[in-house]
């Protein structure tokens, strides 16, 4: 608790980062995973930094708050996409956990890479750095043992992996073109923004928010191989940014345009057909978590968080346009695995909330933890 002190009350920098040496320190002096202690849970951020890309590490309490542990670096580089103020990587799931939470791999967009590491508690240690196949990766997706990673930057690609013995081994001729008209760092409105594997493992899912306003679906073979070319769908609304899945696996994706949350099914061509959609009436929703069938949208622009509900047809409704106050800069989130808490990232500010889900949905807030790196973006969960 002696750190989660210093951190809400210390606004020195130099007192932050000695904290951070000591929690490294400790983990450094450790011969086993028995020597880790991973009592409870965990919450890791990403710092993006342009020298050199770290993780922050918490542990979590059963009441929802965090406490800072140690620094980790990824051994590769942080990059902002162009135009960025609150998110860097301008994307969902930079930061993901997976193989039931026993690894965590981080995206490296200065450098191409992503880095994993293994998992104990809220300690890590750095396994692998591995090449994307493409041009600052962003978002992270994994069904069962396989990986995929989303390349934002020149065209936009996907590469896919199979993650064998906590490492990942790249698959043949598995890096597929998104066929965008984009730079490198991409201009934040135009880059892709995120991948996710459908709850079946049936198809690989792209958005490309500006560059087309699409949905780019790949099919996915019994062994992990993709289709050579994907199928496009365009968005309801302009800029289509990230998603989540509901209760039977149809996609809930935000729309940055308008600030909507918009509904599809998911046809057996991997086509999309609209379902519904709804706008919050906030500036610029592009990140969604789902906890116990309520969506909380993030709204960079405005600086809060919204709520809705999906019926069971599938149609969105808009529950509380303000459901939380955060900060400026307003970015992604992550839920508890049991639903009970909601964590919010505020890139522009440093600022990191912590909110309890109650069993109607609404929001109480916790705590606020400053002074993480500005901006920063990428976000997991145990």
């Known amino acids: 608790m002696k750190s989660q002190r210093i951190l809400r009350s210390v606004a020195a920098g130099g007192l932050v980062l000695g904290v951070a040496f000591v929690a490294t320190t400790t983990f450094a002096g450790a011969t086993s995973s028995r020597d880790l202690e991973p009592t409870g849970h965990a919450l890791f951020v990403e710092s993006d930094a342009a020298g050199a890309n770290t993780v922050q590490s918490y ?5 929802g708050s965090i406490s800072y542990v140690a620094t980790y670096q990824t051994g590769g580089a942080g990059a902002a ?3 960025s103020q609150a998110d860097p990587l301008a994307s969902q799931d930079g930061l993901a ?35 994307t196949n493409g041009s600052f990766p962003v978002s992270i997706s994994s069904h069962h043992d396989l990986v995929a990673v989303l390349n934002a930057g020149g065209t936009g690609s996907v590469t896919e992996y ?18 965008l008209s984009n730079t490198t760092p991409p201009f934040f409105l135009a880059g892709a923004g995120q991948v996710g594997y459908s709850p079946n493992g049936q198809f690989l899912i792209a958005t490309t928010k500006a560059s087309t306003s699409s949905y780019e679906v790949f099919g996915v073979g019994n062994n992990g191989n993709l289709s050579s070319n994907p199928t496009i769908t ?25 600030s909507s949350v918009t509904t599809y099914a998911i046809h057996a061509n991997g086509s999309l057909g609209e379902i519904g959609s709804v706008s919050d009436g906030q500036g610029a929703l592009c990140w969604i978590a789902v906890a116990n069938g309520y969506y909380y949208g993030s709204n960079a622009a405005s600086g809060n968080v919204s709520s809705f509900a999906v019926s069971t047809a599938g149609v969105p409704s808009l529950l509380n346009a303000t459901a939380a106050l955060t900060h400026p800069g307003t970015t992604d989130s992550a839920t508890s695995p049991d639903g009970a808490f909601l964590y919010v990232e505020s890139g522009a500010s440093g600022a990191l909330d912590s909110f309890a889900v109650n069993a109607n949905g609404s929001l109480s807030q916790i705590e606020t933890l400053w002074n993480l790196p500005k901006p920063y973006e990428g976000i997991a969960v145990s």
Do not use: C, H, K, M
């Not at 990942?168 to 066929?179: D, Y």
């Not at 968005?235 to 039977?248: H, I, Q």
């Open 162 to 179: 199979r993650l064998q013995w906590g490492r990942l081994v790249a698959l043949n001729n598995e890096t597929r073109s998104l066929g």
């Open 234 to 258: 365009p968005a309801a609304n302009a800029v289509p940014f990230s998603f989540t899945f509901d209760n039977v696996g149809r996609l809930v994706a935000t729309e940055a345009s308008n």
């Open 59 to 63: 542990t979590r309490g059963t009441d």
């Open 81 to 83: 996409a162009t135009g």
């Open 97 to 131: 956990l997976v193989d039931n939470g026993n690894e965590l791999i981080a995206t490296n967009p200065g450098s191409n890479t992503v880095s994993v590491f293994s998992v104990f508690g809220p300690y890590l240690r750095l396994i692998q750095q591995i090449s």
